[in-house]
């Protein structure tokens, strides 16, 4: 089984050509936010749901 995901931002899926994009580890796997995108991932990480497994259980920020 491959341990990543296409490497794109999670939400608006700019890929690293198109935008300098932060790498996350999370439950053993790697995603990735480019940088527009990270303060949904900690201010409002409910919204990540679905596209990160879990996502509905963090806490935010
Ligand atoms: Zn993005």
């Known amino acids: 089984m491959e341990n ?3 490497k ?3 939400l608006c899926k700019k890929s ?3 935008a300098p ?3 996350l580890d999370y439950k053993g796997m790697n995603y990735w936010i ?3 995108h990270l303060p949904v991932l900690i201010h ?3 919204k990540l749901e ?3 497994p879990g996502a ?3 806490k935010a920020g």
């Open 44 to 46: 409002e990480p409910s």
């Open 4 to 6: 990543h995901i296409k």
């Open 56 to 58: 509905s259980g963090l």
């Open 50 to 52: 679905g596209m990160l």
């Open 21 to 23: 994009l932060l790498q």
């Open 34 to 36: 480019c940088p527009q």
């Open 16 to 18: 690293e050509q198109e």
């Open 8 to 10: 794109q931002c999670l």
